[in-house]
Every structure is written in structure tokens, then in C-alpha cells.
């Protein structure tokens, strides 16, 4: 597994939640993910209006890809961990790093505060 195979598999889960194809996306999650679905999913702004890998940067055993997730009220930035499992790059864990409440456009552009630390999914 090499940063490309990352970063392809990571682009593919931002294109499945971009066209709601949320089975599309679990595809990409490890077995202990799946087993916490509801919990995994609720960290994701859904349904995402736009989705971009912001960094892919190896670290130890894996690699580590910072996702910018954008729905019609919420901006979040995600830490998700990526290690190979069955000769594939799989997610194994996701953690918020931050989110912003966006105002609708109708409402007037801008966003209001942010709060940091406000999940994580970890699986092995």
C-alpha cells in the first residue's frame, strides 16, 4: 500500500458521500467500523454537498488523510487512519478535528463558531 492507493481510496469515499452512496463509501471501512456503524456515520455530515482530501502524510504502520466534509448546515474536517488490510487501503478509524455551523445562503453567508474534539471512531 502506497500513498497513491490512499488517496485513491479515499477520493472514492469522498465521490460515494458526495453521491450518497453511503454503502459505496462503508466499503472502504475495516470489519470493527462496521460493527459501529450508527456511530461512525453520525461523525459525517450527511448528506455531503462536497468532499476533499485536504493531506495524505504516512505515519508509523499507516497513513493519516485530513477529509474536508461540507453538507448544507455543517463544515467538518475529519482524521481518518488508513492501514492495508486484505491487500487493500482500509479506514480503521475516524476522529473529528473540527466543525462549523454553516448559515444558509437565503439566511446570509458566513458560519457561526466551531467546536473542536467532537468524536472519534478508533478500531485496530
Do not use: Y
Amino acid at each position: 500500500m502506497d500513498e497513491q492507493d490512499v488517496r485513491d481510496r479515499a477520493e472514492a469515499v469522498c465521490a460515494a458521500l458526495v453521491a450518497g452512496d453511503v454503502d459505496g463509501a462503508i466499503e472502504a471501512f475495516s470489519d470493527e467500523l462496521r460493527r459501529n456503524l450508527g456511530e461512525v456515520l453520525a461523525l459525517f455530515p450527511l448528506p455531503a454537498t462536497d468532499a476533499t482530501i485536504e493531506s495524505v502524510e504516512r505515519g508509523g504502520s499507516g497513513f493519516t488523510v485530513v477529509l474536508r466534509l461540507v453538507s448544507e448546515t455543517d463544515e467538518v474536517t475529519l482524521q481518518t487512519r488508513w492501514k492495508e488490510r486484505d491487500g487493500r487501503a482500509t479506514l480503521i478509524e475516524v476522529s473529528h478535528l473540527s466543525s462549523t455551523e454553516r448559515v444558509s445562503e437565503d439566511d446570509g453567508a458566513g458560519a457561526d463558531g466551531a467546536e473542536d474534539e467532537s468524536g472519534t471512531a478508533t478500531a485496530g
